[in-house]
C-alpha cells in the first residue's frame, strides 16, 4: 500500500512539475499546439513514479522492519568486544513468541558439548 500511494504520487509530481513548466510558468505556444500536451509528459511522469515508489519501498521496508538499529544493550556486556577474537556471542531474547526456556536450555547444552 505504501508503494502504491507513494507511487501514485510520484506520478502526480512528476505530470505536476511538467505541467506547471509548459502551461503555467513558461508556456510557449508552437505550431498552434496545446500548451497542455499530456502523452509528451508521460515519460518524465513513469520515471518520477518508478523513483518515488522504490525509493519509498526501500526506506518503508527498513521503517517497518525497525531497522537500522544502531544500539543494543548487549553491546555493553564487557565480554562482547571479545566475541570477534575468541568465538560467538549468542543472544536468545525471551521476548521472542517461540521462546521455550527449557528447549533453548537444551540447544546450548548440546551444542556445547562435546565428543
Excluded at 518520477?48 to 518503508?60: D, Y
Aim: neutral net charge; proline residues 7%.
Amino acid at each position: 500500500m505504501i508503494v502504491f500511494v507513494d507511487g501514485l504520487a510520484g506520478c502526480a509530481t512528476g505530470f505536476g512539475m511538467q505541467y506547471y513548466a509548459a502551461v503555467v510558468s513558461y508556456s510557449i505556444n508552437i505550431g498552434g499546439r496545446p500548451l497542455n500536451s499530456w502523452p509528451a509528459f508521460i515519460p518524465v511522469a513513469f520515471e518520477v513514479t518508478i523513483l518515488i515508489a522504490a525509493l519509498c519501498a526501500v526506506f518503508g521496508m527498513l521503517l517497518m522492519n525497525g531497522m537500522p538499529m544502531p544500539y543494543h544493550p548487549l553491546f555493553n556486556n564487557p565480554r562482547f568486544s571479545l566475541s570477534s577474537s575468541h568465538g560467538f556471542f549468542l543472544c536468545i531474547e525471551a521476548n521472542d513468541p517461540q521462546f521455550d526456556r527449557e528447549r533453548q536450555r537444551a540447544f546450548c547444552k548440546h551444542s556445547t558439548h562435546k565428543e
